[in-house]
Antibody, heavy 121, light 110 residues
Framework: QVQLVESGGGVVQAGRSLRLSCAAS????????MHWVRQAPGKGLEWVAV????????YYADSVRGRFTISRDNSKNTLYLQMNTLRPEDTATYYC??????????????WGQGTLVAVSS | QSALTQFPSASGSPGQSVTISCSGT?????????VSWYQQHPGKAPKLMIY???KRPSGVPDRFSGSKSGNTASLTVSGLQAEDEADYYC??????????FGGGTKLTVL
C-alpha cells in the first residue's frame, strides 16, 4: 500500500538548520508531485511547499520562501525539506503528502504520520 | 494570502446531519474546482475525505458529501456516528502557486 514515512525532526536552536526526509513506497514516486504541510501545536494546517515530479519546479509559502528548500531524489524514492535559519514560529509537526490530482494543487492523499520540529529561542 | 474561514466548532447528535462551511473568495474557493476536505483525529495525520468539491475517495462513507456555492464550500456529514468526531479542514488552490487551508472545525458528536 502507499506509505509515506517522515524522519529528521527534533529540537533545534533558533537560527540553526534541519533537514527532514520522507521515504515513499507503494506507488511510482517519480511521477508524483509532493507537498510539505505543517501544523503548529494545537493549530491548523499550513501548506509549506510543493515540488514537481522531476524536481524542476518548486513553489513555497511566503512564510518559508528563502529559508526552506524542497527537493527530491527519485532514485531513492525520498522527499526532503532543508530548513535553514529556523525560527520559533517554525515549531510544528511536518507532514509530507502525495499530490493525487495530476496537477500541483489538487488534493493530497495520502499523508505521512508527521515528524515534530521544535525550535527553541 | 489569508487562510480560508471556518467556524471553530460544530456538533450534532448521533444520526443527525451536520454541515461545516468554508468561506473564501473568488480568487480561491470560488474560482477553482480544487476544493478538498480532510479529517484529522487527535494525534493522527489528516485523511482526505472529499476532493474536487464533491468527489469521495474510495473507502470514504457516502455519509460524507461536499458542495460549493459561490465562494463558500460545505462538507455535510449525514447519519452522524461517534467515529466522525474529529477536526475537519477545507483546502483550496489559492492562485499564484499557493495552497490555502481553513482554520479547522472541531466536530463533536453529542
Amino acid at each position: 500500500q502507499v506509505q509515506l514515512v517522515e524522519s529528521g525532526g527534533g529540537v533545534v536552536q533558533a537560527g540553526r538548520s534541519l533537514r527532514l526526509s520522507c521515504a515513499a513506497s507503494g506507488f511510482t514516486f517519480s511521477i508524483s508531485p509532493m507537498h510539505w504541510v505543517r501544523q503548529a501545536p494545537g493549530k491548523g494546517l499550513e501548506w509549506v511547499a510543493v515540488i514537481s515530479d522531476d524536481g524542476g519546479s518548486k513553489y513555497y509559502a511566503d512564510s518559508v520562501r528563502g529559508r526552506f528548500t524542497i527537493s527530491r531524489d527519485n532514485s531513492k524514492n525520498t522527499l526532503y525539506l532543508q530548513m535553514n535559519t529556523l525560527r520559533p514560529e517554525d515549531t510544528a509537526t511536518y507532514y509530507c503528502a502525495k499530490e493525487s490530482s495530476g496537477w500541483y494543487y489538487g488534493w493530497s492523499d495520502p499523508w505521512g504520520q508527521g515528524t515534530l520540529v521544535a525550535v527553541s529561542s | 494570502q489569508s487562510a480560508l474561514t471556518q467556524f471553530p466548532s460544530a456538533s450534532g447528535s448521533p444520526g443527525q446531519s451536520v454541515t461545516i462551511s468554508c468561506s473564501g473568495t473568488s480568487s480561491d474557493v470560488g474560482g477553482y474546482k480544487y476544493v478538498s476536505w480532510y479529517q484529522q483525529h487527535p494525534g493522527k495525520a489528516p485523511k482526505l475525505m472529499i476532493y474536487e468539491v464533491n468527489k469521495r475517495p474510495s473507502g470514504v462513507p457516502d455519509r460524507f458529501s461536499g458542495s460549493k456555492s459561490g465562494n463558500t464550500a460545505s462538507l455535510t456529514v449525514s447519519g452522524l456516528q461517534a467515529e466522525d468526531e474529529a477536526d475537519y479542514y477545507c483546502s483550496s488552490y489559492g492562485g499564484f502557486n499557493n495552497v490555502l487551508f481553513g482554520g479547522g472545525t472541531k466536530l463533536t458528536v453529542l
